[in-house]
């Protein structure tokens, strides 16, 4: 069964048929769903998605995006929700330079995503991290906390050069693949995912953004994970089969679902 490791169906553009669209996952092969948190308001959307759906998890994390608005409350509201049976990482937390310019907004996030990675490694959960046009800072950040201990974690929706990758791949981390592979203008993530190990890739929708072939530019959702799985097969040689077995596994393995 595919194992969508990061999706977003607490979003708004699924307002109209989640309910129907979620019971249907099952029966398209999709097994499970991890739902990751992004604004600090939206946290209790995925608690509720969770707490309704057998197979659908959480991470709970704040967006660099929303990195002025984690005070201490929002915090402790994330350590606690950490405690939930199924609770499975600390995510999306990381930096996010793209609409970030200012030095003070860059400080900011880093002080918030060391503040998060501080809650996974006191929690014990892995770590699913954003990352975009923050490449050396995001790394720095990562290093450091690895070097002290962590649980495990995600870079997703990884976007960096094939470098970049392997430091990440020798730590032990996993790199979450998705949409963007299939686009023909994909060249450096097609790299990466030819070299990475795919006992280290994961497969994910950051849905309902970023859907791949041939539905670019449409709602994204679980149920297009198969093309992903096809190009990663493509990519690594080996059968589709493979490729939804050993992430399936990869993704049970860092979050410690065992049934």
């Known amino acids: 069964m595919i194992f969508d490791t990061h999706a977003h ?3 708004d553009a699924f307002d109209e048929d989640r309910e129907t669209l979620l019971a249907s996952m099952q029966e ?5 769903i991890v739902n990751a948190c992004a604004s600090v308001e939206d946290i209790s959307k995925t608690i509720a998605l969770m707490e309704q759906y057998p197979f659908l998890y959480g991470a709970v994390g704040v967006h660099p995006d929303d990195a002025d608005k984690i005070t201490p409350d929002v915090l402790e509201k994330l350590r606690s929700l950490c405690r939930h049976e199924k ?7 990381g930096l996010d330079y793209y609409w970030h310019k200012e030095k003070s907004e860059h400080l900011l996030q880093q002080e918030m995503f060391r503040a998060q990675m501080d809650i996974a490694r006191e929690e ?14 995001t790394l720095d ?5 690895m070097a002290g201990g962590m649980y495990g974690g995600i870079i997703h929706c990884f976007s960096y050069e094939k470098e970049t990758a392997r430091e990440y791949l020798k730590r032990g981390l996993y790199l979450g693949i998705g949409g963007v592979v299939t686009f023909q203008n994909a060249r450096k993530l097609k790299e990466v995912v030819a070299y990475a190990p795919v006992e280290q890739l994961l497969l994910e929708t950051d849905c309902p953004y970023l859907a791949p072939k041939p539905f670019r530019g449409k709602r994204n959702s679980s149920l297009y994970l198969p093309y992903v799985a096809e ?15 050993i992430t399936e596994k990869n993704a049970k393995t860092v979050f410690g679902i065992r049934e």
């Open 9 to 11: 169906y607490d979003s």
């Open 141 to 145: 950040i990562v290093k450091e906390y």
């Open 28 to 32: 398209h092969g999709i097994g499970h």
């Open 231 to 245: 190009m990663i097969a493509q990519l690594k040689g080996i059968s589709v089969e493979e490729v939804v077995d």
């Open 87 to 93: 609770t499975v990482a600390v995510g999306e937390i």
């Open 124 to 137: 014990r959960l892995p770590f699913m991290v954003h990352s975009r046009e923050a490449c050396a800072d």
